[in-house]
């Protein structure tokens, strides 16, 4: 099984629904990873979470991490064409001090206008 | 360029034979890091360099594997006598430091005959 569970594997919206993607780690979480692909690009960072109950914004994606769940949600809210593409959670599951990352197997978003 | 660069993006190879793929970091980024991404395993780390030095070379799949960076800056990863599950895309990361940001190229796709 993997450590780091993501569901759901794929979603489908309609532009301006809201939406949540889910990520929960079966071992302790030391640091969790938002990042953003599109097809054949790159990763894009989202955003970071390291303590419990935190929680961030960016433009109209929010995230948190209910640490004693050892999970994490990413919530969009009015979704837009433009946030298609495969959501992956990252996370440092060994309390390294630099990138080294198990992710999720990621999150296919799909919005229809 | 602004971004962390990898060459080639494709490299179409036949079974046996070796390969080099080529990653440029952003200047200034001490940090940098390979990833495999695949359609079975996912997003999997591989090495992770510090300047020169690999501290933590234990995603490397094989000793077919080889990476080496040289100059603080470009890093080749290297793999011999390619398999065909070797197949996938490569994609190196950089980072200044820790700061939970890893900037990825875009990759370099693998096929293996």
């Known amino acids: 099984s993997q450590e780091l569970e993501q569901s759901p594997q794929s979603l489908i919206v309609q532009e301006g629904k809201n939406l949540t993607i889910n990520c929960t780690s079966s071992?302790?979480?030391?640091?969790l990873y938002w990042y953003k692909q599109k097809y054949g690009e790159g990763l894009i960072f989202l955003m970071m979470?390291?303590?419990?109950?935190e929680e961030k914004s960016h433009e109209k994606i929010t995230a948190k991490l209910d640490e004693k769940k050892q999970q994490s949600s990413l919530h969009i809210t009015a979704s837009q064409p433009s946030h298609a593409g495969i959501y992956l959670c990252?996370?440092?599951?060994?309390?390294?001090?630099?990138?080294?990352?198990?992710f999720g197997q990621g999150t296919i978003l799909t919005v229809h206008p | 360029g602004a971004g962390v660069s990898q060459s080639p993006s494709n490299k179409v190879t036949e079974k046996g034979k070796d390969v080099e793929l080529r990653c440029d970091p952003i200047?200034?980024?001490?940090?940098l890091y390979w990833y495999r991404q695949s359609l079975g395993q996912g997003l999997e780390f591989l090495i992770y360099?510090?300047?020169?030095?690999?501290?933590?070379k234990s995603g490397l799949p094989s000793d077919r594997f080889s990476a080496e960076r040289t100059g603080g800056s470009v890093s080749t990863l290297t793999i011999q006598r390619t398999q065909q599950e070797d197949s996938a895309v490569y994609l190196c990361?950089?980072?200044?430091?820790?700061?939970?940001?890893?900037?990825f190229g875009e990759g370099s796709r693998l096929t293996v005959l």
């Open positions: 990361a950089s980072s200044p430091g820790w700061t939970g940001e890893l900037f």
């Open positions: 071992k302790t979480l030391y640091g």
């Open positions: 979470l390291q303590k419990g109950g």
């Open positions: 990252g996370a440092d599951l060994g309390g390294t001090s630099y990138g080294k990352l198990t």
């Open positions: 200047s200034g980024h001490t940090a």
């Open positions: 360099f510090q300047g020169n030095s690999a501290p933590d």
